[in-house]
Protein backbone atom coordinates (compact mmCIF):
# COMPACT_ATOMS: atom_id res chain seq x y z
CA UNK A 1 0.00 0.00 0.00
CA UNK A 2 3.01 2.23 0.93
CA UNK A 3 6.33 2.26 0.05
CA UNK A 4 8.38 4.95 2.76
CA UNK A 5 10.46 7.80 1.08
CA UNK A 6 9.91 9.53 -2.03
CA UNK A 7 11.29 6.63 -4.06
CA UNK A 8 7.56 5.16 -4.25
CA UNK A 9 6.58 4.29 -7.77
CA UNK A 10 3.12 3.14 -8.88
CA UNK A 11 2.93 -0.25 -10.68
CA UNK A 12 0.43 -1.40 -13.07
CA UNK A 13 -2.40 -0.99 -11.61
CA UNK A 14 -1.74 -0.59 -8.16
CA UNK A 15 -2.20 3.02 -6.73
CA UNK A 16 -1.22 4.22 -3.43
CA UNK A 17 -4.26 4.75 -1.04
CA UNK A 18 -3.01 8.66 -0.51
CA UNK A 19 -3.33 8.94 -4.13
CA UNK A 20 -6.86 7.83 -4.43
CA UNK A 21 -7.41 9.51 -1.25
CA UNK A 22 -5.93 13.28 -2.55
CA UNK A 23 -8.30 12.68 -5.69
CA UNK A 24 -11.83 12.45 -3.95
CA UNK A 25 -11.76 8.58 -5.16
CA UNK A 26 -12.16 7.77 -1.30
CA UNK A 27 -14.58 9.21 1.24
CA UNK A 28 -14.48 7.87 4.72
CA UNK A 29 -17.66 8.75 7.51
CA UNK A 30 -16.42 10.39 9.76
CA UNK A 31 -17.47 8.62 13.12
CA UNK A 32 -15.60 4.82 11.35
CA UNK A 33 -12.91 7.08 10.35
CA UNK A 34 -12.61 8.79 13.78
CA UNK A 35 -12.22 4.92 15.62
CA UNK A 36 -9.49 4.11 12.73
CA UNK A 37 -7.81 7.48 13.20
CA UNK A 38 -7.74 6.96 17.22
CA UNK A 39 -6.38 3.48 16.98
CA UNK A 40 -3.74 4.45 14.14
CA UNK A 41 -2.48 7.47 16.86
CA UNK A 42 -2.75 4.63 19.84
CA UNK A 43 -0.37 2.49 17.41
CA UNK A 44 1.82 5.40 16.94
CA UNK A 45 2.10 6.35 20.43
CA UNK A 46 3.14 2.19 21.37
CA UNK A 47 5.76 2.65 18.11
CA UNK A 48 7.17 5.71 20.09
CA UNK A 49 7.79 4.40 23.35
CA UNK A 50 9.20 1.36 21.45
CA UNK A 51 11.71 3.34 19.93
CA UNK A 52 12.43 5.58 23.17
CA UNK A 53 13.03 2.31 25.28
CA UNK A 54 15.09 0.88 22.42
CA UNK A 55 17.27 4.14 22.69
CA UNK A 56 17.79 2.90 26.36
CA UNK A 57 18.29 -0.78 25.93
CA UNK A 58 18.31 -2.40 23.05
CA UNK A 59 21.22 0.44 21.67
CA UNK A 60 23.14 0.67 24.65
CA UNK A 61 26.53 -0.83 24.03
CA UNK A 62 27.28 -4.68 25.56
CA UNK A 63 29.54 -5.00 28.06
CA UNK A 64 32.24 -7.47 26.47
CA UNK A 65 35.50 -6.48 27.70
CA UNK A 66 38.14 -3.83 26.55
CA UNK A 67 39.58 -5.99 23.53
CA UNK A 68 39.79 -5.95 19.96
CA UNK A 69 37.15 -8.69 19.63
CA UNK A 70 35.16 -6.95 22.60
CA UNK A 71 34.90 -3.78 21.04
CA UNK A 72 33.75 -5.83 17.43
CA UNK A 73 30.98 -7.58 18.89
CA UNK A 74 29.36 -4.21 20.70
CA UNK A 75 30.00 -2.67 17.59
CA UNK A 76 28.14 -5.13 15.55
CA UNK A 77 24.98 -5.59 17.99
CA UNK A 78 24.83 -1.99 18.71
CA UNK A 79 24.65 -1.33 14.48
CA UNK A 80 22.26 -4.41 14.14
CA UNK A 81 20.15 -2.76 16.88
CA UNK A 82 19.66 0.85 15.75
CA UNK A 83 21.87 0.98 12.37
CA UNK A 84 21.39 -0.77 9.88
CA UNK A 85 18.23 -0.29 7.77
CA UNK A 86 16.81 -3.52 8.77
CA UNK A 87 17.60 -3.09 12.40
CA UNK A 88 14.76 -3.20 14.76
CA UNK A 89 15.04 0.95 15.12
CA UNK A 90 15.11 1.11 11.42
CA UNK A 91 12.05 -0.83 10.46
CA UNK A 92 10.28 0.43 13.66
CA UNK A 93 11.20 3.53 12.10
CA UNK A 94 9.50 3.44 8.74
CA UNK A 95 6.79 1.44 10.28
CA UNK A 96 5.60 4.79 12.68
CA UNK A 97 6.08 6.66 8.72
CA UNK A 98 3.72 4.36 7.39
CA UNK A 99 1.40 4.98 10.27
CA UNK A 100 1.81 8.77 9.53
CA UNK A 101 0.84 8.25 6.24
CA UNK A 102 -2.01 5.57 6.96
CA UNK A 103 -3.30 8.62 9.23
CA UNK A 104 -3.10 11.42 7.41
CA UNK A 105 -5.11 9.08 4.65
CA UNK A 106 -7.76 8.82 6.93
CA UNK A 107 -8.28 12.21 8.26
CA UNK A 108 -8.42 13.15 4.38
CA UNK A 109 -10.55 10.80 3.57
CA UNK A 110 -12.95 12.16 6.48
CA UNK A 111 -12.35 15.58 4.69
CA UNK A 112 -13.43 14.43 1.59
CA UNK A 113 -16.77 12.41 3.03
CA UNK A 114 -17.70 15.57 4.68
CA UNK A 115 -17.15 18.39 1.96
CA UNK A 116 -19.21 15.87 -0.43
CA UNK A 117 -21.36 15.71 2.30
CA UNK A 118 -21.90 19.40 2.49
CA UNK A 119 -21.96 19.72 -1.19
CA UNK A 120 -25.05 17.66 -1.65
CA UNK A 121 -26.83 19.16 0.91
CA UNK A 122 -26.31 23.26 -1.09
CA UNK A 123 -27.41 20.78 -4.17
CA UNK A 124 -30.25 19.41 -2.54
CA UNK A 125 -31.34 23.09 -0.88
CA UNK A 126 -31.20 24.93 -4.33
CA UNK A 127 -33.44 22.26 -6.11
CA UNK A 128 -36.02 22.27 -2.53
CA UNK A 129 -36.22 25.94 -2.93
CA UNK A 130 -36.03 26.19 -7.01
Known amino acids: MYIVGDEAKVKGDV???????????VQLDP???????KQLQAQIDQVDR????S???IARPAALGANPVGDAMR????????GEQYSFV?????YRTVLEQTRTS???????FTRLDEETQ?????????
Open 15 to 25: VPLRDTVSSGQ
Open 31 to 37: AAGEELR
Open 50 to 53: WLEQ
Open 55 to 57: GHS
Open 75 to 82: DKFTDRAA
Open 90 to 94: GVMTA
Open 106 to 112: VVEAIEN
Open 122 to 130: TELRKLTNS
